[in-house]
């Protein structure tokens, strides 16, 4: 599973430390603001971070991927450490 990005990583806009979801390039923190608890998620890697939701409540980290691609409509193959077999993949 990949390292957790610390809140000074300059890759890293949230201030926050982020956590990672287990088999995804997905990254996530929990946060409360005025307007209720918070769940951030940013897709990428430690040197390229794009962010993709801001959820109401703090969102388990199993339910991150399955609600990113029924919600959001993100394709799996971009979610995904290794894509299933037929899927496109990401060229580094």
């Not at 957790?4 to 430390?17: S, V, Y």
């Not at 409540?57 to 037929?86: K, T």
């Amino acid at each position: 599973m990949p390292a957790p990005i610390h809140a000074t990583n300059a890759w890293n806009p949230t201030g926050r430390d982020l956590q990672p979801v287990a088999g995804t390039r997905l990254y996530y923190a929990h946060a409360a603001s005025l307007s209720g608890d918070r769940t951030f998620v940013l897709l990428g890697d430690q040197k390229h971070l794009t962010f993709v939701a801001d959820l109401e409540g703090h969102v388990q980290p199993s339910e991150l991927r399955g609600m990113l691609i029924e919600r959001f409509g993100l394709y799996p193959h971009l979610l995904d450490i290794d894509p299933a077999p037929g899927l496109p993949r990401l060229v580094s």
